[in-house]
C-alpha cells in the first residue's frame, strides 16, 4: 500500500466514529415509535431520551482532547469505540426509562469525544495538501451513518408483521437498537491497526518511534519536512503559556468569536437533528403511515449523502461564504414550506376511516366521527384524552393516516430540502470555517467552546422537539425554526467573512483586531 492510500485508510478507519454518531442518531429516529409507547414516556421524556447523547457529548467535548493529550489519541479512541458498543448493549437490554436514558448517555459520552478526537488525529497524520479532504471524511460517515442507520429501521420495520415469529412491537426497537453493537466492534478491532499519532509521539517525546510513523504513513523525504514542522510548533507551544477562557474575549478576538458563536449555534438552532432524530414522527404526521414514513427517511438520509459529496466537491472551489449563506437561505425557504403545508392540514375521522384502524380500542374513537379539526394540537388532545397517551402514541401514526388531509408532497420537498441544503452548507462548512478563523495560539480553546455551545443547543432543541409538536403544533414550530434560519441569513451576509485561498496567517492579519 503507497503512502498517500496508507494516510487515507487510516483516516477512514478514525472517521469511523462519526459513522456510528450518524447510526445512532438515525436510528433513534424509529426507535421512539415502539419505545414511547412501551415505556409509556410523555413528550418531555422522550425528548430526554433522544437528546441524552448530545446533553452527554457537549461535556466529553471539552474534557477528551485534554484526556488524549495524557493518554494517547489512539488509546482514548479505542476507549470510544468500547464505550459505543457498551451503549448498543445496555440500550437493547434496557427494562426502564432511567436505564435507556443512561445507556444513551454512554452513547453520548462516546460519539463527543469521537468527534473531537476523530479531526484532531487526522490532522496529525496528514500533509497540508490533503488535510481538508481528509478531515472531512468524518462528515461524509456521519451521513453514511443516518443512510444505515435510516435503511435499517426500513427492513426492521418491515418484517415486523403480525405473521412474524421473530420481531413484535415490544421487541423491534431493541434489535433496532443493538444492532449497532456490529459497527462498533468493528471500529474497536479496526483502531488496534492505526499507528499512535506521530505529534502526540513528539510531545511525549518518543521521537525514535514518531520518526517511524511518520516515514512508514509519508515516506522518508516527506516525513522528514512533516518532523521540523511538528518541532517548529513544539517551541511555539512551549512558548505560549497557559490559555484562560477569559483571553477571548480580547478585543483583537472579538469579531471572530462572534462568527464562530453565531455560526455555532445556527447550525443546530435550526433544528437539523430534532428533524433527523424525530423524521419517522414527522413523516407520520402528514398521514403517509408508519411504512411510508420509515422508507421516506432512507430517502432523506440519501439526500444527505449526496449533498456533503457536493460541499466536498465546491468547498475549495466556490468558498466558505457563498455556500453559508445559499444553504441558509434555502433551510430558511424549506422550514417555511413545510410550515405552510402543515397549515393547510384539516383532522377528520369517518365511520368508515375508523373501521380501518386495526387496534381494539379504536372505537372508543366514534364520538370524534365527522368532527373537522383545523389543526393538529386540538386532534391530538382529544385523541389523548379518549385513548389515553399509551395507546395513543403506540398508533399514532395509523390513525393519522386515515384522519389527515394533507399536502404531503409539500412537506416532503420542504424536509428534503431542507437537508440537501444544510448538508452543503452549515454541516460540513462550520467545521472548516471554524479551524481556519482562530489563531494557532487559541484554535483549540476557540473551537472547544463553540463544540461546546453547539452541542447544548443541539441537545435543548431535541428535548423540547416533542413538547413543541404537542404543544405549538407542527405549522408552529416549523415555522419558528424558519424564522430563525431567515434571521440568521440577515446575519450571516453581515458578519461571515471568505476564507476561501488565503493562508492562516493571511487570515490571522486580516480577521484578528478587525
Avoid at 79 to 108: H, K, P
Avoid at 120 to 142: C, D, F, H, P, W
Wanted: hydrophobic content about 50%; overall charge neutral.
Amino acid at each position: 500500500m503507497n503512502n498517500k492510500l496508507y494516510t487515507i485508510f487510516i483516516s477512514f478507519i478514525v472517521a469511523l466514529g462519526g459513522f456510528l454518531f450518524g447510526f445512532d442518531a438515525g436510528i433513534i429516529s424509529g426507535v421512539m415509535s415502539y419505545a414511547g409507547p412501551e415505556f409509556d414516556l410523555n413528550e418531555i421524556q422522550s425528548g430526554w431520551v433522544v437528546s441524552a447523547p448530545s446533553f452527554a457529548a457537549m461535556f466529553a467535548m471539552l474534557f477528551s482532547g485534554r484526556i488524549s493529550d495524557i493518554i494517547g489519541r489512539k488509546k482514548t479512541l479505542i476507549f470510544v469505540a468500547f464505550l459505543y458498543a457498551v451503549s448498543a448493549v445496555l440500550s437493547a437490554m434496557s427494562i426502564s426509562y432511567e436505564m435507556l436514558y443512561i445507556a444513551r448517555i454512554i452513547g453520548g459520552i462516546a460519539f463527543g469525544a469521537a468527534l473531537v478526537l476523530a479531526p484532531i488525529y487526522i490532522a496529525e497524520i496528514s500533509t497540508a495538501e490533503n488535510r481538508g479532504k481528509l478531515v472531512s471524511l468524518q462528515q461524509l460517515n456521519i451521513v453514511f451513518g443516518f443512510f444505515a442507520a435510516f435503511l435499517s429501521n426500513y427492513f426492521f420495520n418491515k418484517y415486523n408483521t403480525l405473521d412474524s415469529s421473530f420481531l413484535s412491537d415490544e421487541n423491534v426497537w431493541r434489535y433496532m437498537l443493538g444492532v449497532e453493537l456490529i459497527p462498533a466492534i468493528f471500529y474497536f478491532v479496526l483502531l488496534f491497526f492505526v499507528p499512535k499519532s506521530p505529534r502526540w509521539l513528539y510531545l511525549k517525546e518518543n521521537y525514535e518511534e514518531a520518526k517511524k510513523v511518520l516515514n512508514k504513513i509519508h515516506g522518508h523525504e516527506r516525513g522528514g519536512i512533516e518532523i521540523t514542522a511538528i518541532e517548529k510548533n513544539i517551541y511555539e507551544d512551549k512558548n505560549k503559556g497557559r490559555l484562560k477562557i477569559k483571553d477571548l474575549l480580547k478585543p483583537s478576538l472579538r469579531f471572530i468569536l462572534v462568527v464562530g458563536l453565531i455560526v455555532g449555534i445556527l447550525q443546530q438552532i435550526t433544528g437539523i437533528n430534532a428533524v433527523y432524530f424525530y423524521a419517522t414522527s414527522i413523516f407520520e404526521q402528514t398521514g403517509i403511515g408508519t411504512d411510508a414514513a420509515f422508507s421516506s427517511g432512507v430517502l432523506l438520509s440519501t439526500i444527505s449523502v449526496i449533498f456533503t459529496f457536493v460541499a466536498i466537491y465546491l468547498i475549495d472551489r466556490m468558498g466558505r461564504r457563498p455556500l453559508l449563506l445559499f444553504g441558509t437561505a434555502g433551510i430558511a425557504i424549506s422550514l417555511l414550506l413545510c410550515a405552510y403545508g402543515f397549515s393547510q392540514a384539516t383532522y377528520q375521522l369517518t365511520t368508515e376511516k375508523i373501521d380501518q384502524l386495526e387496534f381494539a380500542e379504536s372505537q372508543k374513537l366514534l364520538p370524534l366521527i365527522d368532527k373537522v379539526y383545523m389543526e393538529d394540537v386540538a386532534f391530538k388532545n382529544d385523541l389523548k384524552d379518549i385513548l389515553g397517551n399509551k395507546i395513543y402514541s403506540k398508533n399514532d401514526g395509523a390513525i393519522l393516516e386515515v384522519s389527515t388531509s394533507i399536502n404531503a408532497t409539500l412537506i416532503l420537498i420542504g424536509i428534503l430540502g431542507f437537508i440537501a441544503c444544510f448538508a452543503f452548507s452549515l454541516g460540513p462548512v462550520m467545521w472548516v470555517l471554524l479551524s481556519e478563523l482562530y489563531p494557532l495560539k487559541y484554535r483549540g480553546l476557540a473551537i472547544g467552546i463553540i463544540a461546546f455551545i453547539n452541542s447544548l443547543i443541539s441537545s435543548l432543541v431535541q428535548l423540547v422537539f416533542p413538547w413543541e409538536l404537542s404543544n405549538l403544533g407542527n405549522a408552529l414550530t416549523f415555522f419558528i425554526f424558519g424564522i430563525i434560519a431567515l434571521f440568521g441569513f440577515l446575519l450571516m451576509v453581515k458578519i461571515v467573512p471568505e476564507t476561501k485561498g488565503k493562508s492562516l496567517e493571511e487570515l490571522e492579519r486580516d480577521l484578528v483586531a478587525r
